[in-house]
């Protein structure tokens, strides 16, 4: 555990990142043993059928929010992912093969007017799947370009019917710990995130399917994750199985995790540092180059407004 001596920033091995030092580092201040420890299962026992989504791919392309940058090509993306419930380095895609995507059942519930169950195939079925290439910042400073397939999330909100005093949108992943390894740890799973309403109602605000043209990858989170580009890339909570409604503000995983580093607004912001990092540049993924860091990530012209009036709120972390 030599890595522990250096500072996030410094590390050289790439399967070592500042987020996963963070969960072992607290995890060896426990005397969490078996974090890391969990067995990978045989890939070939998880084959499946086809996916019977596929033939609703590649969708038409909406490019209202143009990415402005290339896209990272799908082998280097889908061979670098943070997916921690399946392993803490960047290389749990196989592991992720563990995951049986179908069936699927997304629970609506909370402040809503009917709560109810849609399987994932109704899901997709009742929206009109579209392309957007968007731009993802990692809060451990490197960042992608990935063009998802999937639907608003506001189309989801208005589909739940949700009562007026829902102020917040909570979200799960599945919990399996015989699937994934790391969910027999102590960390407070399953993952959480959560938005406002005003942010989930944006139309940048994007429920993701599908990823490079097709039903995406298990690592990228199959067969339903968010992706809010303008924030820092852990409120993009990946497979889904609950969306909830309520005015509580969610405690999402990493603020259980670590309140003082990660909280629940993390919009992207050159200006503030994580505790242990500068947030002013980023890798980009594949390249080894460097470029800087631009507040809410380039989106500002369309999110900005969203905060008018929260400046006391931390915003940035
Ligand atoms: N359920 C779940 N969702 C998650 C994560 C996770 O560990 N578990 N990691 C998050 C983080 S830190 C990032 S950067 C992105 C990574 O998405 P990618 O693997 O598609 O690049 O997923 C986010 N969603
Ligand atoms: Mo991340």
């Not at 639907?151 to 917040?168: D, I, Q, T």
Request: aromatic fraction near 12%; charged fraction near 25%; charge should be positive.
């Amino acid at each position: 555990m030599h890595y522990f001596r250096r500072k996030g920033w410094e590390i050289a091995e790439r399967h070592v990142t500042p987020e996963s030092v963070f969960l072992n580092r607290r995890a060896l201040l426990a005397g969490g043993a078996a974090l890391g420890a969990g067995a990978i299962l045989p890939h070939a026992a998880f084959a499946q059928a086809a996916d019977p989504s596929a033939s609703l791919y590649p969708a038409k392309l909406n490019d209202t929010y143009p990415a402005g940058r290339d896209v990272t090509p799908e082998k280097i993306n889908a061979q670098y992912n943070n997916f921690y419930e399946f392993g803490l380095s960047k290389n749990i895609a196989k592991a992720a093969e563990a995951l049986k995507v179908r069936p699927w059942t997304i629970k609506v519930d909370g402040m809503v007017e009917k709560p109810r169950e849609i399987g994932i195939d109704d899901l997709i079925k009742s929206v009109t799947l579209e392309e957007r290439i968007y731009r993802h910042r990692c809060v451990e400073a490197w960042s992608m370009v990935a063009p998802w397939t999937g639907f608003p999330l506001k189309s989801l909100v208005e589909m739940a019917k949700p009562l007026s005093g829902a102020k917040f949108v909570r979200f799960e992943t599945f919990m399996d710990p015989k699937v994934a390894p790391e969910q027999r740890g102590f960390w407070p799973w399953p993952y959480v995130e959560g938005l406002t309403m005003a942010e989930a109602t944006h139309d940048l605000a994007f429920m993701v399917t599908g990823a490079y043209g097709k039903p995406m990858a298990k690592s990228f989170g199959a067969p339903l994750r968010l992706h809010t580009p303008w924030k820092y890339g852990f409120k993009h909570i990946k497979s889904i199985v609950r969306v909830s409604f309520t005015d509580k503000r969610p405690e999402t995983f990493w603020e259980q995790s670590g309140p003082r580093e990660y909280g629940f607004w993390a919009n992207v912001n050159p200006a503030v540092p994580h505790p242990r990092w500068s947030q002013a540049t980023e890798e980009i993924l594949g390249t080894g180059e460097r470029q800087k860091t631009v507040l809410f990530n380039g989106y500002g012209e369309w999110v900005a407004d969203l905060y008018k009036g929260l400046e006391k709120e931390p915003l940035y972390m």
